[in-house]
């Protein structure tokens, strides 16, 4: 089993935290005005960290692909792509 070791840069980040929306795409903030890019989506599911908040749900990240960071939650696709 490989072991997953805590980096320096990360120590006292428990998770990241990024908000849905109905465009399908992930934002920072609540009010979805600055999105996600797709270096941090990678960062953060790489670590484990990524959580999406999705109206009063909070989903945790099953996949991700490196090519625009597309996130799959709950069943749903949600991108970093501003295209």
Do not use: C, P, W
């Amino acid at each position: 089993m490989e072991k997953i070791m805590e980096k320096g840069t990360s120590v006292h980040v428990g998770s990241y935290k990024v908000y849905a929306h109905s465009d399908n795409k992930i934002y920072e903030d609540a009010e979805h005005t600055n999105q996600v890019t797709a270096a941090d989506a990678l960062k953060a599911f790489t670590e484990s960290r990524l959580q999406i908040a999705l109206s009063t749900d909070l989903l945790m990240a099953s996949k991700i692909t490196a090519d625009g960071a597309t996130v799959y939650a709950g069943g749903v696709a949600y991108t970093t792509k501003t295209s």
